[in-house]
């Protein structure tokens, strides 16, 4: 069986059953049931300290990307790794995320994803996007960014949030 | 970059018992305030593994505990019995204290003694504010 390649680029998803992998933009991934993983740690540890614990691991994930996405992409702007990254998001089934780059980005960078694949207002479903995106960006801007004003609407079926640079 | 508050001093804390060997502090988000070995005493850990864990180790263990508050009521601390010392997590506020002490029972008491009035004091604190 030939690896199957999904998306509007070539190579951008490729899934090889005979291998038993799938990559998106060349890295290795699992496809897992994300809101069962957050929910499950919910129930573990309460929602504050599952929300802590997601958030430490996504904010330091998203700062690993960061120097990753920097090393491979030396002279991209930031709007290009965003809008690379972005597209990342829409690839791996997070949602779709559209990210409000201001000029000067030391004020509130506005993010918003429809459709997300995790979702919930509080416990770990409430870090796992939104502080991968607040390393990433720190990453990128070295600048330490934390996220404020969390919105999740369960009628519009979207999150948003701003990413700010902490006190 | 961290401007939150410690609600204690490393210095309050050692003069509580000199059996206290290390204490810590981390925010309810996991920033960590302070980390310190007594002076002159030697950590059986790495000074990185110790940050670390301070970090979320106590506020984890707290909160698989707190799951518990529903029937039992709020949790005041968790005492670990290591072979090799005695480690108490307790919150403090919004905040999450850590310490270390010699294998020394008389010195855990005198210790929970000390964290006993210090948790009122900053709920009292917290109540004002």
């Known amino acids: ?167 | 970059m961290v401007t939150e508050k410690a609600v204690v001093r490393a210095d309050e804390v050692f003069a509580v018992n000199e059996k206290v060997r290390w204490v810590a502090l981390a925010s309810n988000r996991g920033d960590v305030l302070l980390n310190q070995m007594r002076a002159g005493v030697k950590s059986y850990s790495p000074p990185q593994v110790d940050r670390e864990f301070a970090a979320l180790g106590p506020l984890t263990i707290l909160g698989v505990c707190e799951r518990y508050s529903e029937y039992l009521k709020d949790v005041d601390y968790v005492v670990v019995w290591f072979h090799l010392a005695v480690c108490v997590y307790a919150r403090l506020g919004t905040q999450v204290l850590a310490v270390s002490l010699e294998v020394d029972r008389e010195a855990v008491a005198d210790f929970l003694e000390w964290l006993e009035k210090k948790r009122r004091q900053v709920s009292a604190g917290r109540q004002e504010s």
């Open chain 1, 1 to 167: 069986m030939l690896p199957k390649v999904i998306g509007c680029l070539s190579g951008e998803v490729v899934s090889d059953a005979e291998k038993g992998e799938l990559r998106i933009f060349g890295t290795r991934l699992t496809a897992i049931n994300a809101q069962r993983l957050c929910n499950h740690l919910d129930t573990l540890v309460g929602v504050h300290v599952a929300e802590v614990i997601m958030h430490n691991l996504e904010f330091r994930a998203g700062k690993v990307d960061a120097a990753r996405l920097r090393a491979e992409r030396p002279r991209a702007t930031l709007q290009e790794l965003v809008k690379h990254l972005t597209r990342d998001d829409s690839l791996s089934g997070m949602g779709i995320t559209k990210v409000a780059l201001p000029e000067n980005v030391k004020n509130p960078i506005e993010i918003e994803i429809s459709n997300p694949s995790v979702k919930g207002a509080g416990g770990a479903a409430k870090a796992f996007a939104f502080s991968w995106w607040a390393g990433v960006l720190s990453g990128l801007l070295e600048l330490e960014m934390d996220v404020k004003n969390f919105l999740y609407s369960e009628e519009r079926n979207m999150m948003r949030c701003q990413i700010i640079p902490r006190d």
